[in-house]
């Protein structure tokens, strides 16, 4: 049986065209989470996982939605050969189910580790660079020093509840609590 599996990070994302996609496929079954692919806890991977049988082939429209890391996808299409199934995706024309086809996945997923190092590696280098000059990255405070120290007031002289401050100050109720 051709089993599919589609992932997409978050809930404002479509599934249509990996499911139509796997449906052309010959996919009888699709299972499909909508959590990032650097979370291994998916429940509908693992419901997947569970029902696979000998022969069954997991398909997936790109190897990425099966897993983000290479430690990860490995680990997974072990679990899916261990089961004696085989993997396959179609953007990459991988088929675990032939020696050729190992290889290739091998071969790709390596290379998909590799560029995300190399992201990682310029966006650290990047960051230190601009550090250097002077310059600090991410997003600014939600509230001022000023602000942090009126909250704390509220809180400690008023005794107002965290949700209270929060609404006020138009933040979340965590905000109020870091400062």
Partial sequence: MIIGYARVSTDDQSLDSQTDALSAAGAEKVFADRISGTRRARPELDKMLDQLRDGDVVTVTKYDRLARSLKDLLEIVEAIRERGAGFRSLAEDIDTTTSAGRLVFHVFASIAQFERERISERTREGLASAR????????????????????????????????????????????????
């Fill in 132 to 179: 250097k000059r002077g310059r600090i990255g991410g997003r600014p405070p939600a509230l001022s020093a000023a602000q942090k120290v009126e909250v704390r007031r509220m809180r400690d002289e008023e005794h107002r509840a965290i949700p209270e401050i929060a609404r006020l100050f138009k933040v979340s109720e965590r905000t109020v609590r870091r400062a």
